[in-house]
């Protein structure tokens, strides 16, 4: 991808500033507490590449909040002052050792018995550490910092990632290049981009945001630039079009790597020319920061031919990557409490959390460690559905119970068995939408028998994103293009058995519902 500015500074990999006093610290982020207020603070350890060692007990260490300010040590009664031991082994591995007599401790899943190592990439992708029941702990290489202050409204989170998303916006916001937001599904690109148009200088004026997957090649013109009231069947008013709704402002292209084929290339002609043509109308001048999102391989897709590069060109002057939740353990505490909230808010029980007892909380510790140790395919947003889901099953309870729907989704995370440490986890599938070949998706959809939920469900995707993708890969047959004679005649053949019929016919069983309902066959 060629592009005037690039950012890449939200990829993992940053170094710990100097300040912290270890160019790259072991550290362990408090990602629950009796007292939820004390969630994301911090305490640095010691240093990865040192044999040193570090105490982790009611009275030590002293942690600070993400801005460097001293708050206390973890403090609850539930802890022993008796220390679990942090050990650095000079390697980048890490040693957990507790004695019989100290705090129960449990590293991902496995209670410590006495010492348990961890590997460095178990350290890099966070180790969650459960102390009595009642604190959980990430450890992790505290590996990125910056001196960005203040609120970016709709950004929960203090992690590396999070802060230099912060900079990033700081640092593009007020100009007036075009930027593309890359990252997966679920991961907050349209939070950014209003983050974006807030703090330019065109925020007292319109924001408006486009789901390109969702305008229908026929209407794209009307929908995009507008129409004159007469000028088509139907046109019984003017309208306007999105590029003239945000003129003077930010128009945010969403879903970008969905816009249809047809669609980019009048979505070209008016970035390139500055000048939109309501159907019917007179040319007319508009002015619009752009700022798109996606998160398809743009360049596979014009490999494949289904978008064209001088589109992207233009769309891709400034490039932000936004970090998945999965890189970003450290903030699953602060929005887990952020949601949960939020929720409890809006059911009139924001008290639950308010006056939640620090000897007997509310939430159960296990559950935010359990919540830490998920990969959340479905990143942030998914999370915020968890969460809303949790809130409303225990609406109207006194003690705090585990959704079975939740259970299930955790399924294979909590495998602890009767005091016996294993550890396993979930492993979903990591390929992201946008890299999933046509024969994957052919393939996903046969074995799952032409059903969409299963095979969305399967590939991690949304049934909206499934479906296009199906109508755009060559050979794929759809229920709506089947005659009516065939239906017939396969009907006969399968003693109308309708899923028999929907697998000869290699459709699913929905569609071909549709399709006899649409040729009254049904």
């Known amino acids: ?107 991902d899943g496995s209670l410590i018995r006495d010492t348990v190592m961890f590997p460095e990439t178990d350290l890099r992708r966070g180790i ?97 630039f507008g129409h004159v009231k007469g000028a088509f069947t139907g046109a019984t008013a003017d309208r306007q079009g999105y590029f003239v709704e945000a003129n003077g402002g930010t128009l945010f292209l969403d879903e970008l790597g969905d816009t249809p084929a047809e669609v980019q290339p009048l979505l070209l002609r008016a970035i390139e020319n500055k000048t939109v043509q309501p159907i ?16 398809s391989n743009l360049e596979y897709a014009i490999e494949k031919g289904i978008f064209r590069r001088p589109l992207l060109e233009r769309l ?29 808010e809006g059911m009139g029980q924001a008290d639950r959390l308010q006056s939640s007892n620090a000897d007997k909380p509310w939430i159960p510790a296990h559950l935010v460690a359990m919540l830490a140790r998920y990969d959340w395919p479905g990143n942030v947003r998914q999370l915020q559905n968890v969460t809303r889901q949790i809130a409303i099953y225990n609406r109207y309870t006194d003690t705090f119970r585990i959704d079975p729907v939740i ?53 991690n995707v949304s049934r909206t994103w499934l479906n296009t993708r199906l109508e755009r890969i060559p050979g794929i047959r759809k229920a709506k293009d089947i005659p009516a004679e065939e239906i017939r005649r396969c009907a006969v053949e399968c003693d109308h058995d309708l899923e028999a019929m929907a697998a000869r016919l290699n459709v699913s069983v929905r569609g071909l519902q549709l399709q006899m309902k649409r040729e009254k066959l049904s």
């Open 1 to 107: 991808m060629n592009s005037d500015y690039q950012d890449q500074s939200t990829v993992h990999g940053v170094q710990q500033s100097a300040r912290d006093g270890f160019p790259e610290a072991i550290g362990v982020t408090i990602l629950y507490h009796p007292c939820p207020s004390r969630i994301g603070e911090i305490a640095p350890l010691v240093n990865i590449r040192s044999k040193a060692n570090a105490e982790i007990s009611r009275v030590k260490p002293v942690f600070r909040t993400p801005d460097g300010v001293p708050t206390d040590a973890l403090a609850s009664t539930l802890l022993s002052r008796k220390p679990a031991a942090i050990q650095a082994t000079g390697d980048g591995s890490v040693r957990i050792s507790c004695s019989s007599e100290g705090t129960t401790a449990v590293a």
């Open 128 to 224: 969650v550490l459960e102390l009595a029941g009642c604190v959980v702990l990430l450890l992790h290489v505290l590996d990125g910092s910056t001196d960005v202050r203040g609120e970016t409204p709709g950004l929960v989170g203090e992690s590396a990632a999070v802060r230099l998303l912060k900079e990033a916006i700081k640092r593009v916001a007020d100009l007036e290049v075009p930027v593309l937001l890359h990252g997966e599904t679920g991961v907050g690109k349209e939070l950014v981009a209003s983050a974006i148009h807030e703090q330019s200088d065109r925020s007292a004026n319109p924001y408006v945001c486009v789901n390109m997957a969702a305008i229908p090649p026929s209407l794209a013109t009307s929908e995009l």
């Open 280 to 295: 019917g109308g007179k040319i007319r001048d508009v002015d619009v920061r752009l700022v798109a999102a996606t998160d």
């Open 316 to 344: 891709s002057g400034y490039t932000i990557q936004i970090a998945p939740l999965r890189e970003r353990r450290e903030d699953i505490g602060r929005l887990f409490i952020h949601f949960l909230a939020k929720e409890l």
């Open 407 to 459: 259970a299930k989704l955790f399924e294979g995370i909590d495998s602890r068995k009767d005091g016996v440490p294993r550890n396993t986890s979930v492993t979903p599938l990591r390929i992201r939408p946008a890299d999933l070949s046509d024969e994957q998706i052919v393939e996903a959809w046969r074995r799952n028998q032409h059903n969409f939920n299963a095979t969305a469900s399967e590939l």
